[in-house]
């Protein structure tokens, strides 16, 4: 009776080590797949975010509310045409390249590769096409308009007088400030004399640059490229004038308003974001950044190591005691192990389906009407985040399906082929006894030891 009940107590000891066995290294095996930048490359693939973050998240009137932020005063673009413009400037093959370049960088860090946390943004690049685009659009706008003749006045003028046509001349000059182009057409003044032309442009022109209404680094940029645009005006020539100042001008003053940002990259055209989450998010310095992170990648590699060694030590604990129970009988021990096997592993296999395919409606249920109203619609980027996340989340459930699953066929594998042994030995016990001794009953392999 006593050996029974040690018995008892060392088999559920034993089955107690493997669950935290397994446990353990699984845990262990989770832990590490998530410092592996490959998991979320993939999801973010399989969500299809990079197209997204135009569609759901930077929509035409997110991205204007967010520019408005940036650029203050200058306002180029429609939503429409700078919603096109950005991404035009930052496609989503860009976006996917700098995403996968920062978590690969991230992997590396987290799994002790390399010492410093690094992350960049290469940005030089988006900058100098969005700035293009943004001339280019300015041009075809210009192209777009009709032009109208005016009636021209043939006497010279006198110096002294005001030119009838600087009116033209300026609200030209100002329309490419503020990138509305107003009007419908162009008024079509080419057939000035030269000195018409520039008493005209010579009186708009100090009209505009002295105007404080308009923004300081449209003017600043008016008067550096002032020699270019009167030798260009001299036939008066407004479209031709206009193509000009968009070329000579409305770049410079973009420029001027992506200077204070374009302050922030490093030599090789990049955005450092290490210091700029560390000062705008965390509110903290880049070396208390760096210090906080090192200490986070020590404790995810020391609970990587434990329940490597913990899982490791339990596992090598449950054969022991299973060996002790069917010392002499290792057949009784593996029909324990794949007993257990098949139980756990199907019990876990069920919950893990169940969560797998409730996962998703959960988190719809969870959020859904859960927005707040804001100048930024968010819903589209809350959306997108959660798919990404469940995303990662259902790809490890999936493997632990696979490894359940795998498992629990070779428990039933293993079933199967101990029953047919025994199968096979007790026919070849009854041929071996021959004819007279078939009333005697036969204990099997199985009945033997299912007792123990």
Known sequence: MLLWILRALASTLAGLCIYLAVALLLFH????????????TDSLLEQNAYERLYTDVLTPQNIEQLWSEVSGDVAYLTPEELHRLVRTAAPPEYLQAEVEANLASLSSFSNGESEDLELYLEISGPLDRLVESTVDLLTDRIEAKPLEAGELIQDVLDETEDSPYTEDVRSALESISSG?????????????????????????????????????????????????????????DVRELLRQVARTVAAPALEATLAEFGRRL????????????????????ESDFQASA??????????????????????????????????????????????????????????????????????????????????????????????????????????????????????????????????????????????????????????EDSGS
Do not use: H
Not at 29 to 40: G, I, P, R, S, T
Not at 184 to 199: K, P, V, W, Y
Not at 210 to 215: R, V
Not at 312 to 328: D, E, P, R, S
């Open 266 to 285: 490093d030599s090789e055209g990049r955005l450092p974001l290490v210091p700029l989450l560390a000062e705008e998010v965390a509110g903290i310095s």
């Open 29 to 40: 095996v989770n832990l590490q797949a998530l410092l592996d930048d490959e998991l979320y």
């Open 180 to 236: 509305e182009l107003e009007g419908q057409s162009i008024r079509d003044l080419t057939g000035l004399s030269e000195e018409e032309a520039l008493a005209a442009f010579n009186q708009a022109f100090a009209q505009v640059v002295d105007n404080p209404l308009i923004d300081w680094r449209y003017r600043d940029a008016l008067r550096k490229a002032e020699p270019e645009l009167r030798q260009v005006f001299r036939e008066g």
């Open 294 to 447: 090192d200490r986070w990648r020590e404790r995810i590699q020391a609970v990587l190591d434990r329940t490597r060694n913990y899982g490791l030590t339990a596992l090598a604990a449950a054969i022991g005691l299973i060996t002790l129970i069917y010392w002499g009988r290792p057949g009784a021990g593996v029909r324990w192990l794949y007993r257990l096997l098949i139980a756990s592993c199907g019990v876990s296999l069920a919950f893990l389906t169940v969560a797998y395919f409730a996962l998703p409606r959960v988190v719809d249920r969870a959020v859904e009407g859960a927005w707040m109203g804001d100048e930024v619609n968010v819903e589209g980027f809350v959306v997108l985040t959660l798919d990404v996340v469940i995303s990662v989340i259902t790809a490890r459930l999936e493997s632990f399906m696979w490894y359940f699953g795998i498992a629990f066929a070779l428990g039933i594998l293993l079933w199967t082929s101990l029953m047919a042994r025994d199968k096979v030995q007790e026919r070849r016990k009854r041929e071996d006894r021959g004819p007279a001794d078939d009333s005697r009953p036969v204990e099997s392999v199985t009945g």
